[in-house]
């Protein structure tokens, strides 16, 4: 079972970058996936959500408009578009898999390092 997160890096703020993280060892289209971020200092925060069928998905208020998830089943691939990124959004990125509506998350991937520069 394993989850590899890539695409992080360091960017200005206003810039963009997409993250992803290809999924092994479960049925991919079986599970819910989501992103996570954790900043210095601060507790992990569920960041967004997508259903496993694609369907429906979820963000926080603080990333709602710039970041969209996505996910290509086809490529056991769950996907995280960051637009219009700022120095709080500076935090390492973590994807999971799991079952939304019970808000359990039982596989994690590495993380991905952003960094948001002023």
């Known amino acids: 079972v394993q989850l590899q997160a890539s695409g992080g890096g360091l960017v200005q703020a206003g810039g963009s970058l997409r993250l992803s993280c290809a999924a092994s060892?479960?049925?991919?289209?079986?599970?819910?996936m989501a992103w996570f971020r954790q900043a210095p200092g601060k507790e992990r925060e569920l960041t967004a959500y997508?259903?496993?069928?694609?369907?429906?998905?979820s963000y926080a208020d603080s990333v709602k408009g710039r970041f969209t998830i996505t996910r290509d089943n086809a490529k056991n691939t769950v996907y995280l578009q960051m637009n219009g990124l700022k120095p709080e959004d500076t935090a390492v990125y973590y994807c999971?898999?799991?079952?939304?509506?019970?808000?359990?998350?039982?596989?994690w991937g590495q993380g991905t390092q952003v960094t948001v520069s002023s």
């Open positions: 997508i259903y496993r069928t694609g369907t429906y998905t």
């Open positions: 060892g479960r049925t991919f289209s079986n599970y819910d």
């Open positions: 999971a898999r799991g079952v939304a509506t019970a808000g359990r998350w039982f596989d």
